[in-house]
Structure formats: structure tokens, C-alpha cells
């Protein structure tokens, strides 16, 4: 079973390379095709600030080494409290259905409780139907809908 977790500064350099690939896992299966590779790249910079300013929360399931998979959450506030965001939750095609986004998951859901955040959000692409299985047999259900229109 992977370790899971947190993902420090010193260690973007090292998993830079994979956890490109899972950020492109993530684009793919919102977009439904790859984004540029600067994208790619400006999020990694964005990461490695933002743990680097203590403004996010990444987590890592690393098994020898190797990264199975990581979730990407920081805080937001509402008009009435505070949430924990999940913003990408990635688990390489190979390694899904063996726990390790749910462990993931419930690793951010601690980190949320343990700053006195208590509820954790994220937005899934309504194509998506596999991560919207999984991730209301976690527990998460719909609060609200986006509606978009091409102009």
C-alpha cells in the first residue's frame, strides 16, 4: 500500500514529471483533450509557490518512489464559511480501483478537520461519470450546477 503524503517544495523537482502526466490525466477528463505544455508547466510553478506559501495542501501516495497519485486542495472561503477545494485528483490509469484516491481523499478531508475547515468541495465534469461515481461513494453529492454556453 503507497505512503500518502504531503507534498513539500523540495519535491517538485523530483515528481515534476509525473505529476505533469496526472495534471494532463485531469485536463483530459475535463476537457476531453490535452492543453499545452506550458500550461502544464505554469502549473507546476503555481504548485511549488503555493506550498511554498503555505496556501495549498498536495498530497501524494508514493510507492517506491513512484507517485501514484496526488490531489491538489487549498482553501476558499464562501460568504458563510470556509472550505477546503479540491482542485485535481489524479490517480495514474494503472492504479485506479485500489483505494489510493480514496485515501487521497480522506487524507485532505483530515487536513481540512485538522484547520477547522468542515466541509471540502470540488467540481467534476458532468462527462466524467466514473469520478462522479467515485466520488459520491465518498460521500460528495451535487449542491450546485454550472451551466455554460459557447457565444
Not at 503555505?54 to 491538489?72: D, M
Not at 477547522?116 to 465518498?138: M, P
Amino acid at each position: 500500500m503507497p505512503v500518502i503524503r504531503l507534498l513539500k517544495v523540495e519535491d517538485v523537482l523530483y515528481y515534476q514529471d509525473e505529476i505533469a502526466i496526472l495534471l494532463n490525466e485531469c485536463f483530459m477528463a475535463t476537457y476531453l483533450k490535452p492543453v499545452k505544455n506550458d500550461i502544464v508547466t505554469e502549473k507546476l510553478l503555481s504548485l511549488k509557490e503555493n506550498i511554498a506559501l503555505g496556501k495549498a495542501f498536495i498530497f501524494i501516495a508514493v510507492e517506491e518512489k513512484n507517485i501514484l497519485g496526488f490531489l491538489w486542495s487549498y482553501p476558499v472561503k464562501t460568504p458563510f464559511d470556509q472550505r477546503l477545494h479540491v482542485a485535481y485528483l489524479a490517480v495514474k490509469p494503472e492504479e485506479q480501483g485500489k483505494g489510493i484516491g480514496k485515501l487521497l481523499l480522506r487524507e485532505a478531508e483530515k487536513q481540512a478537520e485538522k484547520i477547522g475547515i468542515k466541509e471540502v468541495e470540488l467540481i467534476v465534469s458532468n462527462r466524467n461519470i466514473s469520478a462522479i461515481d467515485f466520488y459520491q461513494k465518498c460521500g460528495y453529492g451535487a449542491e450546485k450546477l454550472i451551466l455554460k454556453k459557447e457565444v
